[in-house]
Every structure is written in C-alpha cells, then in structure tokens.
C-alpha cells in the first residue's frame, strides 16, 4: 500500500472518530415548551354580568389550542381541548394545572367565559338566556399565533356572546303588592337556549319562548324604578327592530305588552336594549326604549383579558 493510499485511510478514520466525539445536534431551545399564561386586566370586583372589561376574578375561562386558523388540527400529540384556566391571584395571572404547553410551532388560540366542562367543541360551546346569568364571551382566532417565546404573556381578546335586554319596571300608583314572579319574552327571534361556534361567534339555537324566574329581594317593583338584566340567545337578525311580547307576571296575574316598530328591540349580540315599564292599577305601560352598545353609554363592547 502506497503512502498515498494510507493517508486517505487515515483521514477518512479520523473524520468518523471526530464524528463519533461530536455529533450533530439540534439548535438549542427549539424543543423547549412554555406554559401558558394569560396576563389579567380586569376589576377586581365580582360581577356576574361583565361590563366592558370587567372579569370576575374567581372566574374560570376554557381555552382551545390548534395548529391551523381552521382549528381542525391539534396542537401536539393528542391536543388541548376545553383546558380550564382559573385567575390566580398569587400570579396576577389566569393559569391551568396542568396547563396548556407551546413550542416553536405557532399555536391558534380560541376561547370563551365562563368555563364549562360540557364544551367538548369549540364550535359547539353551550349558551341560555338567564336573568342576572353569567354573561358568555369568546375569544375567536387570535391576530397573531401564540408560540413558546410569547406564552407566558398571552393576551386574548373576547366579545360579547349573548344580548342584554335591561328591564326597568317603575310602581306608578300600583295599590297591590307589587310583586313580579316571571318575566315571558316571546317572539320569532327568541330563544332559550343554543350553541356558540366560537370560531366566528355565530350562535345555532332552537326558537322558543323564554320564561325567566324572579327570586327573592328581585320581585319587589318599587317606585323609583326596579332593574331587571337579562341575558338572551342572540338573534340571526342584527339589523332590523324586532316584535317582541313581554309578559311579566306580578301578583299571579299576567300583564303584557308588545313592542314593535319603532319600539322593536334588537336581540342580538353586543347590544342592549333598555326598557322602562310603568305598572298602574289598569296594568302595565311602555314609557322608553332604547338600543345601544353592550355597555352604558356606549362604553367598549369587547373585554380584554391580557397584558396591561
């Protein structure tokens, strides 16, 4: 064997050996997983109906992670799927145990308020018109893809799921006991009950009538006013007023009035519509109505839940 030969042996064994001592790595960091974390804003004081960007601290929210803006592929080996974050005060952020971990690969994030463990979809979240209820948001896609470098400071932002009917109702001489026991929305928009795609915020519902149940302290009709909120399943129709009959019930007996035209109300999402009643000794009478945005005064429609 000539000289020649042994030194390209010997070059060739040595590059295997160096090889062997240093193999070829990954870039560092690019396996790494972050948890989660939603950074709060919000008051601090209990409310069950949210008001522009009032959370309840105690509240718990369901997120969904996805590796498309279609949500129809999970994130990681058997995805995240209505994960329960709760505020911890203690952070002064939402978190979950165990919590939804992110990597390199960018994360779609959806959401909704308040947590419920029936959730299984994010396009099948259920919702119901309530008296005084919780009210429902939901975050749709986020306007960039969360991934580990930005998990732990995650903001999402929600908007109001359900419509908001306030009900004031003024005893204007009434000389009975002044006592409401129910309240009846009818019309062909209404529904007690449905499902929030929270990928787009359309709702799916069945039309019915919703009866609403009034409790305790509620049922008194006073009279500088008495205030009922309600939380309706919104209406396919955004745009138009529409007939709606109340019918409260006070001292066992039904009183009802209808309002449409140009007394219509809108049941749809981030509205509300806001109704005084006067209740007399020859029944009950429209004296207002107004529509607006989801808050008094016009205030925000959308809370926020994230960075300061």
């Known amino acids: 064997m000539n000289a020649k030969h042994i030194s390209i042996i010997v070059a060739v064994v040595a590059l295997l050996a160096g090889c062997a001592k240093s193999p070829i790595e990954t870039p560092s960091g690019t396996n790494e997983l972050t948890d ?7 008051s601090t004081e209990v409310k069950s109906v949210i008001n522009g960007t009032d959370f309840p601290e105690e509240g718990e ?16 080996e058997s995805g995240y799927t209505n994960v329960k974050y709760s505020y911890d005060s203690g952070k002064k952020k939402w978190t979950a145990s165990p919590s939804i971990k992110v990597g390199s690969t960018p994360g779609y994030l959806y959401g909704y308020y308040p947590y419920d463990s ?31 470098k930005t998990a732990a400071g995650t903001t999402i932002t929600m ?62 009709i006073t009279a500088t006013g008495t205030l009922y909120e309600c939380l309706l399943v919104p209406s396919e129709v955004e745009t138009n007023k529409q007939t709606v009959t109340l019918t409260l019930t006070i001292d066992d007996q039904d009183k009802t009035i209808t309002l449409d035209g140009e007394n219509g109300v809108i049941i749809a999402q981030n509205t509300k519509s806001n109704i005084t009643i006067t209740l007399g000794n020859t029944g009950i009478a429209l004296q207002t109505v107004s529509i607006g945005a989801w808050g008094d005064g016009g205030s925000p429609s959308t809370g926020t839940i994230g960075g300061e």
């Open 118 to 148: 029936e959730a299984e979809s994010i396009e099948a979240v259920p919702v119901s018109s309530s008296l005084d209820g919780d009210d429902v948001m939901y975050a749709s896609k986020q306007a960039e893809p969360v991934t580990g």
């Open 61 to 76: 929210i369901g997120l969904f992670l996805f590796k498309d803006e279609l949500a129809e592929t999970p994130y990681g």
């Open 159 to 220: 908007n109001h799921a359900l419509a908001r009917v306030s009900i004031t109702i003024v005893n204007k001489g009434y000389t009975g006991n002044a006592k409401l026991s129910k309240i009846k929305f009818s019309g062909a928009e209404i529904a007690p009950e449905g499902t929030l795609n929270a990928l787009d915020g359309s709702v799916t519902a069945t039309k019915s009538d919703v009866t609403l149940d009034v409790t305790g302290e509620a049922q008194a």
């Open 36 to 42: 989660l974390e939603l950074t709060h804003v919000g």
